[in-house]
């Protein structure tokens, strides 16, 4: 029986791959986010592979504080601020 992965186990996953990026040493917040797309003016950084998990980054382009959108792939996509 595979256990269903809850919103907590998506955040433990984000907070562990964020950690060994290692780009978002001073970040606040991470966030899950509800998007089935990644709109077009978010400007795409790299591609990592962490913990067997494909991860894409993405500039958010937003005024203000950076954010970044991460792509945990098979996972879900967070906000890092």
Known sequence: MTKTMTKLDKLSIAVNT???????DDCEAIALLNMKDIPESY????DYICHDYRVSV?????IGKRSYLVHVHGVDKFQIF
């Open 18 to 24: 964020a950690e060994v990026i290692g780009l978002f």
């Open 43 to 46: 400007k795409f950084i790299q």
């Open 58 to 62: 993405y500039d958010m382009n937003l």
